[in-house]
């Protein structure tokens, strides 16, 4: 079976190829150049050298062809401007949702035009296959399982991927890492968004959106309390950035037309329930179930919360069992039952 490797230039992704190569598998490495270190030099260092080189040092060890392809258009022309048109409309993007979708695993397939039987990665989610449908499992490490960020593929798109690491835990990774010899055994994982390396994320939004000042607010009192530079550098439930005393301060509310912030110490408070809202453009995994309890994230990480959901109307009802301090229109539901993640939705409106 040919398969090929989406190679990062960090450990996951390199045990990955390296458990694949020693099950046999006919293997080629690419490497995604999706950094915009041409457009954004001026703001920031940008690490795909490095990557790349760690890439490199991978594959030689290895023996293992490695192929580069450049992808900055059709990530720019995704998205990017997905993320950019989001903050305008001061709602929160995902872009490494969008990323796996219409990238790693939407473009790149075009790109390689079914030359390889399937598409390797380093995440850390598991794929079944039960009476021809593919299902999304949670990873066993729950603080690095990545099914919130997959969970918009299509049956298409899970029929041909691979997660070799997917049942692991990091700390097991490491250690195979260790065991393989691998130049990335003790490489730090990264952070933030894929497409920005070490750029600030307010100097990207500000190049692409710039600085237009406005009020701060005090949600109970309405008296003006301090000034921002823009509200789409602002997200709900945030408690740090704004440069205030008298702390903690949240983030509750945006006016966008009048490009206001309201704050408010009190990040549960009674004036604005977050336990309900509706989403839309679910993607089910893979079909829509028949059920109506589930567990919902609302962001990337360990924490979920017990829901309701009514899909009567034309948009889905989420109900919460509590309240979360930071539920913003444009983020991501996603819906799990018994460690499989069901699929999800963006959040259109909150009540």
Known sequence: MKVAVLLSGGVDSSVALCMLKEQGFDITAYYLKIWLEDELAFLGECPWEEDLEYARGVCNSQNVPLEIINMQQEYLNTVVEYTITELKAGRTPSPDIMCNRFI????????????????????????????GLFYLKESPDKVKDQTYFLTYLKQDQLSRILFPIGHLNKHEVRELAH?????????????????????????????????????IIELETNIIVGSHKGYWFHTIGQRTGLGLSGGPWYVVKKDIDNNIIYISHNNQTEHLPHDRFFASNVNWIPQKPEISNFEVKLRHGAQKYHCEIDDSGDKLKVILNEKDQGISTGQFSIFYKDGYCLGGGVIEQIY
């Open 179 to 215: 065991k393989y010899k691998l130049p990335t055994q003790n490489r730090k994982d990264s952070q933030g968004i894929c497409f920005l390396g070490k750029i600030k994320y307010n100097d990207f939004i500000k190049f692409h959106l710039g600085e237009v000042r406005g009020e």
């Open 104 to 131: 790693k695993f939407g473009e790149f397939f075009n790109k390689i035009d079914n030359t390889f039987d399937k598409v390797a990665s380093g995440h850390y989610a598991q794929i079944e296959e039960r009476h």
